[in-house]
């Protein structure tokens, strides 16, 4: 388990404005993460981040 204040400290590949595009894709498109992550050019890990942050 890592520690929350690790995780607040880590930097973000996506500026906020992108972060709410990819979860907005998501909810409305009911497109797979694998998929957006290829539509924006990042990881699908950063992708399940931005969806269920």
């Not at 409305?28 to 694998?34: G, K, N, S, Y």
């Amino acid at each position: 388990m890592t520690c929350p204040c690790a995780v607040a400290l880590r930097r973000c590949a996506l500026r906020p404005s992108q972060r709410a595009r990819v979860a907005l894709v998501c909810l409305r498109e009911h497109i797979t993460l694998v998929k957006i992550a290829a539509g924006f050019r990042i990881s699908e890990a950063t992708a399940r981040a931005c969806v269920h942050s």
